[in-house]
């Protein structure tokens, strides 16, 4: 029954907090009153579930989705792959994971992007997927590009791969930001930056992962997502979850 | 099975301007990948009620980059919404409040959970949409909220449907909730 689930805040000391100057655009779009804390109700526990017949066969193909007549994208060939799993360590299985990035010159498909970089006439730049019952997800798709933007005088965004995920329960609902392993930029960027602990951070930056990797064809990523962990009032004093 | 906390969840960062690409990429100009992007349900009953939802910054300036997505739990009903030209707002069709009441013993009080991404905001915020002429006092969140506050999370009612405004920031700050 909902009744004895319930989610433990969010550790705010683990993500960023919503006023962050040194990212320029946070200055007005962050609140200033304290956030109002209620305990789960069936609005939090519950969410969407989506079916595979909403997902085609090429959605996770960056590679080929968007590109012409047989033709490829340019740019580094990877797989980026691993699980979404919950804070108990848990899959998180037949879930929704959207991903969108940059081709490899560090241009996005998207009206406002300006960039003097090229567009890739074969790259689209969006994937998605549902992860198997063991909560693992695979993407196949070009290493993005680092990416100009106007934060400050030549600020510069680090190679990364937007993830939008779903849990089964609302409260669960997570955007983030993949990184790759050795990149220089990213201690230098002030959206990595607004993570307080350098863990956190960590835990965002693929590694590679040359088992995956396919010889003579892409290399690959790891990168693991973690959710929330629901947790039941049945097991309160053993802090475990369900 | 249960099991102990071993992970760290991932931490947040910001969806950015271009979270459309990821999430509904025909709306920005990427024809032709997916055979339908996923914009949610829409009501059953084709005459539902439309809600437009519109997201003002800190200065007052219109934020006309974000995305926002609605859960009604009781009815199984979710949607994403992004800026309309046309209407300057976020629009929504969901399905008459009247159609609602009495579905889970959570949801005796009409209400839809809101959650709010974009450019400058590092995680999503949560909200909550409650509607007039219903009797708001009873709702236990609600009632956590200052009173002065609460009367920024009740819709308003337009000649279409109703209307509801985000102030991120500001004298009218909307309440955001942890959720």
Redesign the interface.
Same mark, same amino acid.
């Given at each position: 029954m909902t009744g004895d689930s319930y989610f433990r805040p969010r550790d705010r000391t683990w993500h960023p907090v919503s006023h962050t100057p040194e990212y320029k655009s946070s200055v007005l779009r962050s609140p200033q009153r304290p956030l109002v804390y209620f305990p789960s109700t069936s609005s939090e526990l519950s969410g969407p579930v989506f079916g595979h017949e909403l997902i085609g066969e090429l959605d996770n193909d960056l590679i080929r989705n968007f590109a012409k007549n047989g033709k490829m994208p340019i740019g580094p060939r990877i797989i980026i792959h691993g699980k979404v799993l919950d804070e108990f360590g848990k899959p998180v299985p037949n879930t929704l994971v959207e991903i969108w990035q940059a081709n490899a010159s560090g241009r996005y498909r998207h009206k406002k992007d300006g960039y003097l970089a090229p567009l890739d006439p074969n790259f689209g730049g969006c994937g998605r997927t549902l992860t198997s019952d063991d909560g693992s997800y695979e993407f196949t798709t070009i290493q993005p590009g680092a990416y100009p933007w106007p934060n400050h005088e030549n600020a510069w965004r680090p190679m990364h791969v937007h993830f939008s995920v779903f849990g089964p329960s609302f409260a669960q609902r997570l955007i983030t930001q993949m990184y790759f392993e050795g990149d220089p930029l990213i201690p230098l960027c002030p959206i990595v930056n607004t993570i307080p602990d350098q863990r956190a951070v960590d835990q965002l930056v693929a590694r590679l992962d040359l088992d995956k990797a396919v010889s003579m064809d892409c290399l690959a990523y790891h990168f693991d997502v973690v959710l929330r962990g629901k947790y039941s009032t049945l097991f309160e004093n053993k802090m475990e979850g369900n | 099975? @249960? +099991?102990? $906390?071993?992970?760290?969840?991932?931490?947040?960062?910001?969806?950015?301007?271009?979270?459309?690409?990821?999430?509904i990429?025909a709306y920005?100009?990427?024809e032709?990948?997916?055979?339908?992007d996923?914009w949610?349900n829409s009501p059953v009953d084709q005459a539902g009620t439309t809600l437009k939802v519109r997201i003002f910054?800190?200065?007052g300036?219109p934020?006309t980059?974000a995305l926002i997505?609605i859960?009604i @739990? +009781?009815l $199984?009903f979710?949607a994403r919404s992004a800026f309309d030209e046309d209407s300057l707002s976020y629009p929504f069709q969901i399905p008459k409040t009247n159609s609602w009441a009495g579905q889970?013993s959570?949801?005796a009080i009409p209400?839809i959970?809101v959650?709010i991404?974009?450019?400058?905001?590092?995680?999503?915020?949560?909200t909550r949409i409650y509607f007039p002429d219903m009797e708001n006092d009873v709702d236990?969140?609600l009632n956590?909220?200052e009173e002065t506050?609460r009367g920024s999370l009740i819709a308003n009612e337009s000649n279409d449907g109703y209307t509801f405004d985000i102030y991120?920031?500001?004298e009218r700050?909307?309440?955001?909730?942890?959720?």
């Amino acid at each position: 029954m909902t009744g004895d689930s319930y989610f433990r805040p969010r550790d705010r000391t683990w993500h960023p907090v919503s006023h962050t100057p040194e990212y320029k655009s946070s200055v007005l779009r962050s609140p200033q009153r304290p956030l109002v804390y209620f305990p789960s109700t069936s609005s939090e526990l519950s969410g969407p579930v989506f079916g595979h017949e909403l997902i085609g066969e090429l959605d996770n193909d960056l590679i080929r989705n968007f590109a012409k007549n047989g033709k490829m994208p340019i740019g580094p060939r990877i797989i980026i792959h691993g699980k979404v799993l919950d804070e108990f360590g848990k899959p998180v299985p037949n879930t929704l994971v959207e991903i969108w990035q940059a081709n490899a010159s560090g241009r996005y498909r998207h009206k406002k992007d300006g960039y003097l970089a090229p567009l890739d006439p074969n790259f689209g730049g969006c994937g998605r997927t549902l992860t198997s019952d063991d909560g693992s997800y695979e993407f196949t798709t070009i290493q993005p590009g680092a990416y100009p933007w106007p934060n400050h005088e030549n600020a510069w965004r680090p190679m990364h791969v937007h993830f939008s995920v779903f849990g089964p329960s609302f409260a669960q609902r997570l955007i983030t930001q993949m990184y790759f392993e050795g990149d220089p930029l990213i201690p230098l960027c002030p959206i990595v930056n607004t993570i307080p602990d350098q863990r956190a951070v960590d835990q965002l930056v693929a590694r590679l992962d040359l088992d995956k990797a396919v010889s003579m064809d892409c290399l690959a990523y790891h990168f693991d997502v973690v959710l929330r962990g629901k947790y039941s009032t049945l097991f309160e004093n053993k802090m475990e979850g369900n | 099975m @249960a +099991g102990k $906390k071993q992970l760290n969840e991932s931490p947040s960062q910001t969806a950015g301007p271009y979270v459309h690409i990821g999430c509904i990429p025909a709306y920005a100009g990427i024809e032709g990948v997916y055979k339908q992007d996923i914009w949610g349900n829409s009501p059953v009953d084709q005459a539902g009620t439309t809600l437009k939802v519109r997201i003002f910054d800190g200065d007052g300036a219109p934020v006309t980059d974000a995305l926002i997505e609605i859960w009604i @739990a +009781g009815l $199984k009903f979710w949607a994403r919404s992004a800026f309309d030209e046309d209407s300057l707002s976020y629009p929504f069709q969901i399905p008459k409040t009247n159609s609602w009441a009495g579905q889970t013993s959570d949801d005796a009080i009409p209400f839809i959970s809101v959650w709010i991404v974009a450019r400058g905001v590092n995680i999503g915020l949560h909200t909550r949409i409650y509607f007039p002429d219903m009797e708001n006092d009873v709702d236990k969140v609600l009632n956590q909220v200052e009173e002065t506050r609460r009367g920024s999370l009740i819709a308003n009612e337009s000649n279409d449907g109703y209307t509801f405004d985000i102030y991120l920031q500001g004298e009218r700050e909307t309440v955001f909730f942890d959720i």
